[in-house]
């Protein structure tokens, strides 16, 4: 009896690591591991050697004063500046007012793209800060861009 007890133990164990290691080769090739680097060290430094940088030529648009109605759009350019492929995973507003468009297919080192940005202001008079964050494969993971100006009432 006591021979069966230690028989089923070791088969359990051994079962649990054949699964353990199933799991673990399925996790190191999933869809998204290639876009999954933690540049921080042992250390507690961060490794930017192998990193995407999304570095814009202008984080901040202002459009100045405009009537209530109108329809703000700018393109806000960017450069990948890493050593990597960017891949930009979403881009989202501050409210549903404005609404923005980012590229699907990645930037290489040293490609720049655009990331367009329409602002309704309708309904939306006085001083305004329209927000995007844009998540991407960079360090930190999110970065900010925002349209900035006055909607005139009358």
């Avoid at 793209?113 to 494969?137: D, L, S, Y």
Wanted: charged letters at 20%; proline letters at 7%.
């Amino acid at each position: 009896m006591k021979y069966l007890i230690i028989l089923m133990f070791a088969a359990a164990a051994w079962s649990a690591c054949k699964q353990d290691s199933k799991v673990a080769k399925q996790l190191a090739g999933g869809p998204n591991s290639d876009l999954v680097n933690n540049p921080m060290t042992a250390s507690g430094e961060i490794d930017t050697n192998r990193l995407a940088r999304i570095i814009f030529e202008h984080p901040v648009f202002d459009f100045g004063t405009v009537k209530v109605g109108e329809m703000v759009q700018y393109e806000f350019k960017f450069t990948n500046t890493g050593s990597i492929p960017l891949s930009i995973l979403n881009a989202r507003s501050s409210c549903g007012c404005t609404v923005p468009e980012w590229p699907e297919d990645a930037i290489p080192p040293g490609g720049t793209g655009v990331i367009k940005a329409k602002f309704n202001t309708e309904g939306r008079p006085g001083p305004q800060r329209k927000m995007i964050m844009i998540t991407a494969n960079t360090y930190p993971n999110e970065s900010r861009i925002a349209l900035v100006g006055v909607v005139d009432a009358g």
